[in-house]
């Protein structure tokens, strides 16, 4: 079946650093790539997506970037914060259906002071 | 604002029981999904329903299955409760068409 793959699993990094996820995809019908960040006790919630028709999409300090051609897209968190420790999901809309999402494995932010 | 609320945040059952997790939306969104969250594993999808009674299997629906009598409530039944069902359950919902899925606050279920 189609898949996501996230990376790294952990991520820690200084605070103030830059941070990347990076997560590829197998459905080449994906059209759709948003990203949720999940506080410890708390549900997901979405912080940013990208659709396949733009490149790049920033919001003050995260940003994601799209490479339909490599099938990969990332996440990026400039000037890190406390409050950006997380685990942070990826996820691929399905071409199956374009109301299902295919997740990535997640990846747990830790911002050291 | 999207709301999204689960019956419980922590339930502890006894092997072989029935156990019902509902989920229930107020936004009049049309689909709505049953994950299971275990470390390493991220998000799992058990079933989705698009409509009222109609319902679809996920990647790992064997051991449940769910009911959608009313358009805002979605309910996940573990017919006959294991050990490996102990896991974090969250139901989502999204509009019909729409792609975003917001999630309820999540049940940690416990089967002894």
């Known amino acids: 079946g189609e898949n996501v793959e996230q990376h790294p699993s952990t991520l820690s990094v200084q605070e103030g650093d830059s941070a990347v996820i990076k997560c590829t995809y197998s459905?080449?019908?994906?059209?759709?790539f948003p990203w949720y960040k999940q506080e410890l006790g708390k549900r997901p919630q979405l912080i940013i997506d990208?659709?396949?028709n733009v490149g790049e999409k920033k919001d003050q300090r995260i940003a994601v970037t799209l490479n339909k051609t490599a099938k990969h897209f990332s996440l990026h968190i400039t000037e890190t914060q406390p409050e950006d420790s997380a685990v942070y999901f990826c996820?691929?809309?399905?071409?199956?259906?374009?109301?299902?999402?295919?997740w990535g494995a997640g990846t747990k932010l830790i911002i050291k002071p | 604002d999207v709301k999204v609320t689960q019956s419980s945040r922590y339930l502890v059952k006894r092997t072989g029981e029935k156990v019902f997790l509902e989920c229930v939306q107020d936004m009049d969104h049309e689909n709505m999904f049953w994950y299971r969250q275990d470390p390493g594993l991220g998000l799992r999808l058990i079933y989705f329903s698009y409509d009222v009674k109609m319902k679809e299997k996920g990647d790992i629906p064997e051991g449940y299955s769910v009911s959608r009598e009313k358009k805002e409530r979605f309910s996940l039944i573990l017919e006959s409760a294991s050990t490996n069902q102990t896991s974090m359950y969250l139901c989502?919902?999204?509009?019909?068409?729409?792609?975003?899925?917001?999630f309820g606050p999540g049940t940690r279920l416990l089967v002894l």
């Open positions: 459905d080449s019908a994906s059209n759709y």
């Open positions: 989502a919902s999204s509009l019909l068409g729409g792609e975003t899925q917001y």
């Open positions: 990208i659709r396949s």
């Open positions: 996820a691929a809309s399905s071409g199956d259906s374009n109301y299902q999402l295919i």
